[in-house]
Each structure stands twice: as C-alpha cells, then as structure tokens.
C-alpha cells in the first residue's frame, strides 16, 4: 500500500498568514491525489483534487501542487474559517491511503 | 442538491454484524463509483471499500476483506455495507461517498458504529 505522511500533524496560525502543508507519498502516484478539509463533527470537503484542481466552489486562495511523490496545498490568505484538519488521499492504486491529517489551530 | 445519507449504525458486540446503508440523491447514482470511508473517534480517515458505477467491481482495505461486503442497487439508489465478524478496531463513524475520478466529492454525515461487549 502507498504510504502518505502529511507534515506537519499541526501547527497554529494567524488570520492573514500565508501556510503550506505538505503531503509525500512512498511511491511515485503522479497526479492522483487529493486535498480535503474537515471540521470537528463534520464530513471532509473536497478542496482539490488531481493534485492542483480546484474543486467547484472553493475559494481560490487554496491551492495545490506537486506531482510523483511530493505535494502541497496552500492557503493564501488564511481565514478565519480555515481553521481545520486537512487530509490529503492518494487515489493513484488500491487501497486509497489518506495522510495522517494536518491540525490548523488559531494563534 | 446532492445528498447522501447513511443509516443502519449501533451498538453490536464483537463477533456481529451490521448492515449499513447510504440514500443516495440529487443525481444519477448509477453512473457514478461510491465509496464508504471510517473514521474512529479522535482519528484520521480511513478508507474502507469501494463499488464501481455498475457494481462489477470492488475493492477492499486488507483488514476487512471477507469479513465486510459493499454492494449497490442503482434502482433503490443505494448504497450498502454488510459488516460481519466486527471487532473493536471496527467502531467509527462511516461515511458514504460519491467518487469523482477517484477522489470523493460529496460525503454524507456518517453514521456511528461501535462495537462492544
């Protein structure tokens, strides 16, 4: 199975900032992998997906990149509803592999 | 609106069995590929099985194969989980998907299994 190891596993942040999360993947998945946020006692949203496509309806300060076994997703502009847990899946081979999840508190 | 809404969740004690099962509306169920996805309290997701469009294929995560069976009826519009034999490490909340090339675009809310004697 493709190992996906997400870093970091949180971190705190201010309104405005500018924040990477990082996503590695054990084998070469070449575009197939997704971002998605979560808030406490929510379903996940997707937010991207093919590794740099933006899902309908989200906000374009996220965005993604990467390819093979290196990714990031990047919140521009940090908002106040932001704050969350984001996983990033592979869906490259079976089974599908999520990160760990990325813990985005308020500072 | 697309919606998805999941159902069939409880207490069962080890060694039972469930079956779950996801609603499905606001667009063509049979033309897409669906997916269940667990996530234990205070965990990370997990994905669990997954059913091509026309029900032909599936795919398994390696602790449940033969023990846990995803099936669909596109003319009910639903989408099911038999769950037999659950353990502990079996209790989450399980949520239907919708898939979108692979990744999942639209979830339901999940519904609570726990398993416990």
């Known amino acids: 199975a493709v190992r996906m190891t997400q870093s970091p596993s949180s971190f705190s942040a201010s309104t405005g900032n500018r924040v990477t999360i990082t996503c590695r993947a054990s084998?070469?998945?070449?575009?197939?992998l997704a971002w998605y946020q979560q808030k406490p006692g929510r379903a996940p949203k997707l937010l991207i997906y093919?590794?740099?496509t933006l899902q309908s309806g989200v906000p374009s300060r996220f965005s993604g990149s990467g390819s093979g076994t290196d990714f990031t997703l990047t919140i521009s502009y940090l908002q106040s509803e932001d704050f969350a847990t984001y996983y990033c899946?592979?869906?490259?081979?079976?089974?599908?592999?999520f990160g760990q999840g990325t813990k985005v508190e308020i500072k | 609106e697309v919606q998805l809404v999941e159902s069939g969740g409880g207490l069962v004690q080890p060694g039972g069995s469930l079956r779950l099962s996801c609603a499905a509306s606001?667009?063509?169920?049979?033309?897409?590929?669906m997916t269940w996805v667990r996530q234990a309290p205070g965990k990370g997701l997990e994905w669990v099985a997954s059913?091509?469009?026309?029900?032909?294929?599936?795919y398994y995560m390696d602790s449940v194969k033969g023990r846990f069976t995803i099936s669909r009826d596109n003319a009910k519009n639903s989408l099911y989980l038999q769950m037999n034999s659950l353990r502990g490490e079996d209790t989450a909340v399980y949520h239907c998907?919708?898939?979108?090339?692979?990744?999942?675009?639209?979830w339901g809310q999940g519904t609570l299994v726990t398993v416990s004697s």
């Open positions: 606001g667009f063509t169920f049979r033309t897409y590929g």
């Open positions: 093919l590794a740099s």
């Open positions: 899946q592979q869906y490259y081979s079976y089974p599908r592999t």
């Open positions: 998907a919708r898939d979108k090339g692979g990744s999942s675009e639209d």
């Open positions: 084998q070469d998945i070449s575009s197939y």
């Open positions: 059913i091509k469009d026309d029900g032909s294929v599936k």
